[in-house]
């Protein structure tokens, strides 16, 4: 007869997420500064399935381990269902114990913004004031919240297929504090900041028109064939990425337009100040999205909210 452990089984707490997107931001950029190696994080896996798509992303530090089960379904918005669901499991990193519970899908909403805002806030000037953002969705609201947190903007350009949800964000953007229009695609031509957060698969604008001093974001695809940006704004920037390793495989703005690897600086040498950043020209960043992201951003809200049933801080990352 074998004998079988007895052990008290593991609490996971629902966690709701009330990180602001300062403090998103604020955990993103701690752990790149405590020497996370962004080129050797674990590979995102992706599965075809008949309703879109299946991510699965695993993390880890020392302190803490993690591992969010996305899915993205393009149909689901006509349905009145968003396009990414999901949860994610916060384990503790010694024991890899689950500790805690959390929405993928808000997970996933709050931190894509602050990974861009935290690239937009080395990569801008200092008097960066008009935001483009093309699109109307989850993250196009995220977006104009995270960068009106970091940077000083002024007003907002909405450039979206749709007029009701264009006004929507724009009307947004003004209880922000923000002078806010509607307007179209040759907007970027007076832009400071345009970020795309569409489900383009073709380049949004004519890269020519974007100001040598202007920095541009692109996060809406992590697919090879797929592109918000043109092979001619590509050409003429300097490219900041999440992590080369990634974006030689999702990439497609990079990819599509034949970008070498060795012109890509990638975010972690951006944040710890080993990249040079040139005002003479276009900074472009392209996202994916990266399983560290998700995972500093939990522990973070994991921390704020302390062990089940307390609050407070529980420890460091």
Known sequence: MTETAVTEPAVIDQLELTLDHRAAVEALEGMLLDGLDVERCPQRSAV??????????PAATGAFAGVKIAGVAPANPAAGLPRITGSYLLLDGPTLRPVALLDGAALTAL?????????MRELAGPDVAHLVVFGAGPQAFGHVAALRAVLPLERVTVVARRPGPADQLARYAAELGLSAAVGGPEAVAKADLVVCCTTARTPLFDGRLVPDGAVVAAVGSHEPDAREVDAQLVGRADLFVEARAVARREAGDLLMA??????LINLSELVTGTAVVRHDRPRFFKSVGMAW???AVAAAQYELTGPPGESGPRRSL
Not at 48 to 57: H, Q, R, S
Not at 111 to 119: C, D, F, G, I
């Open 111 to 119: 931190r894509t913004p602050a990974v861009t805002a935290l690239a």
């Open 258 to 263: 034949g970008a070498a690897e060795e012109r």
């Open 48 to 57: 075809p399935v008949p309703a879109g798509e299946l991510l699965l992303m």
């Open 293 to 295: 992201q998700d995972l």
